[in-house]
């Protein structure tokens, strides 16, 4: 009996490069799940945000030989001076928090007067 003109051993043949083809495909499709789940582990880190245990058991199934591909590494890391701008920021707001508040009161109020009187010389009509 053929299948398609194959005789049985080639159709058997056919069959079996198929299965192996698919489990090729199925290797490769885990492998990039496991590297992606790897990446988003590294950016929780990152962020500090709650692991995910769905990632953490995908990244132990694929084993210790997962490596986020270079250019998502490099995306990761650009990322990190804007951190540190962050963290500067909430440093700002906390010296906010420390001064004194007459003084905040004071500096606004000049600055409504300074505005105030540029609008005044722009604008005769004020």
Known sequence: MSHDGMSREEYEEYQKQLVEEKMERDAEFATKKAERACLRSCLREKYRL???EQDEIMIQQAG???D???ELVKMVDE???Q??????ILDQMQNIQNMDMEQIKEKAQATLVEIKSKAEEKCTVM
């Open 50 to 52: 709650p692991k995910s």
């Open 64 to 66: 210790d030989d997962i």
């Open 68 to 70: 986020v591909p270079e």
């Open 79 to 81: 990322n990190a001076p």
């Open 83 to 88: 951190e540190e701008e962050n963290q500067s």
